[in-house]
C-alpha cells in the first residue's frame, strides 16, 4: 500500500489543477460592492482562477500549465522512482514557468498551495516509497 503514495499525491495535484488558484481580494470595497449585489438581485461573479483557467486564457495564459497536468498523470501511471523525481521537476518548472499573479488585489489560493504541496509529496514518496526494479 505505501508504494501507492505518489500515485495519490498524482492525482491531488490533478485535483488541485481544476481548484482556484488565486483569487482577488478587492478589500472593503468588495463589500460595498457585494452589498450593492445584493440589494439589486444580482449575484458577485466568481473573483477566482484555476489551474486551468489560467492554461486556457488566450491572453495571459499559458501552456506550461498543461505541461504539468501531463507531467503528473504520466508519473503516476508511469509509477517508478526516477520519473517520480524527472516528472515532478518538470511539473515544478512548468508551474515556475506558468504565469503569476499581475496585481496586488491578486493572491494565491488554496489550489495553488495544493500543488505545489502534491508535487513535493510526489517526489518525496516516490523516492523513500518506491522501489527500485
Known sequence: ???HIPRICAGVVVLAFFLPWV???LGPMGDVVERLAELTG???PD?????YDWATDTENGSSFLFA???SVIAAGLLHQKRNYVALGI???ASL???PMPASDAMSFSYGFFLTIIGILAMI???????EED
Do not use: N, P, T, Y
Open 90 to 92: 518538470l511539473a515544478g
Open 47 to 51: 473573483l477566482s482562477l484555476s489551474g
Open 1 to 3: 500500500m505505501r508504494d
Open 124 to 130: 518525496v514518496s516516490g523516492v523513500i516509497f518506491v
Open 23 to 25: 483569487k482577488a481580494d
Open 68 to 70: 504539468l497536468l501531463a
Open 96 to 98: 515556475i514557468a506558468g
Open 42 to 44: 444580482e449575484e458577485m
